[in-house]
């Protein structure tokens, strides 16, 4: 099968035919009952437009997980791209590579290498044994490889939270030798602040949903008693009791503000660099995913149409320059 078409990149009028993931089937009632699908591949997310009550028999049993053969073509409504369908038709199971539908940081090979270069140069002997605990374990690695690092924001793909860590650690090293804060201790906290993950997603057949205990806990906290447990079942212990309490701080408090969702706000010099590094990573994350977008902006504008939910509303611009080079 040749690539998937780049749906991100889709203008109005341009036709689509190829199988795609349905993700999301959303029924609306009102005075005009109808229902809107949201199709993917691994270029990004595309809407239906909607079907109105004499379609329902077309997708009558469509499901999210499902894959279906799509031919349609792209129409603006409000300034909005959405696929307006002609044909879809439900596909078997297995009928499609779903690495060819679901959005992917393809190979995590490179990923690991630099992780694992930064992680043995961790010269405290307790930290590396702690983190050892979850890095030297392969199904861990196995699930946190594939895991998204949202379910639809920044770094929402298979392996995403690979991604992202790297991504985090890059910055918190650069910032952490600015301050001179403690690097081992930064890089700990990296490795360690978004394992909860693994306990609040599931990504199952290129669905990404929020756990039962995703929901009532929430991964900042799966995340700091997901240490809590390695630390406490392992003979002999890692590390001491306070050293423990340090790490599940760097946990608890790097989304910052408990409004944003931290248990507690940051109380170290390591902390307060895990939580600025993390949200520089999601943010700019979210705004080249935002940019790239060719359903944020209106034909050739470089303006985006609207302020958009994942840059807290605010409208994103696109203009460039070779500055003369």
């Known amino acids: 099968m040749s690539d998937p078409t780049d749906l991100h990149g889709l203008s109005p009028g341009q036709r689509v035919q190829d199988p795609l993931l ?46 279906a053969q799509v031919i349609g073509e792209v129409a603006l409504y409000r300034g909005q791209r959405q696929l307006k369908v ?54 861990f690695r196995q699930r946190y490889e594939a895991c998204p690092a949202s379910l639809a924001g920044h770094h929402a793909l ?6 992202h860590t790297v991504e985090v650690a890059s910055i918190a090293r650069a910032i952490a030798r600015a301050c001179r804060a ?10 360690l602040h978004d394992i909860g993950k693994l ?20 991964h900042v906290v ?27 701080h760097l946990v608890l408090s790097h989304h910052g503000r408990l409004e944003y969702g931290a248990a507690v706000a940051p109380m170290t010099l390591e902390a307060e660099v895990l939580h600025y590094a993390d949200n520089a990573s999601a943010k700019t994350a979210s705004m080249a995913e935002a940019l790239a977008d060719a359903g944020n902006f209106d034909g050739e ?6 302020g958009l939910w994942q840059l807290d509303r605010r409208r994103a611009y696109r203009g460039r320059s070779d500055w003369g080079g």
């Open 22 to 67: 349905i993700l999301e089937v959303e029924r609306r009632g009102g005075d005009t009952p109808h229902t809107v699908l949201t199709f993917a591949n691994a270029s990004g997310r595309l809407p239906s437009a909607p079907f109105w009550l004499e379609d329902q028999p077309k997708i009558a049993g469509l499901a999210p997980g499902d894959v």
């Open 86 to 139: 002609s044909s879809i038709r439900p596909l078997p199971k297995g009928a499609v590579d779903l690495s060819l539908l679901v959005p992917s940081i393809g190979d995590p090979g490179p990923y690991w290498k630099t992780l694992d270069g930064w992680r043995a140069e961790i010269a405290r002997p307790r930290l590396a044994a702690t983190l050892d605990l979850f890095y030297r374990d392969d199904d």
């Open 158 to 163: 298979l392996g995403g939270l690979l991604k």
């Open 182 to 191: 403690e690097m081992d201790l930064v890089l700990a906290g990296v490795l």
């Open 199 to 218: 306990d609040a997603y599931r990504w199952d057949g290129g669905i990404f949903e929020m756990t039962e205990a995703g929901t009532l806990h929430g």
């Open 222 to 248: 799966l995340g700091a008693l997901m240490v809590d447990r390695a630390v406490r079942a392992a003979v002999p212990a890692p590390c001491t009791e306070q050293e423990l309490a340090i790490l599940q």
């Open 301 to 306: 504008s470089l303006v985006s149409t609207r």
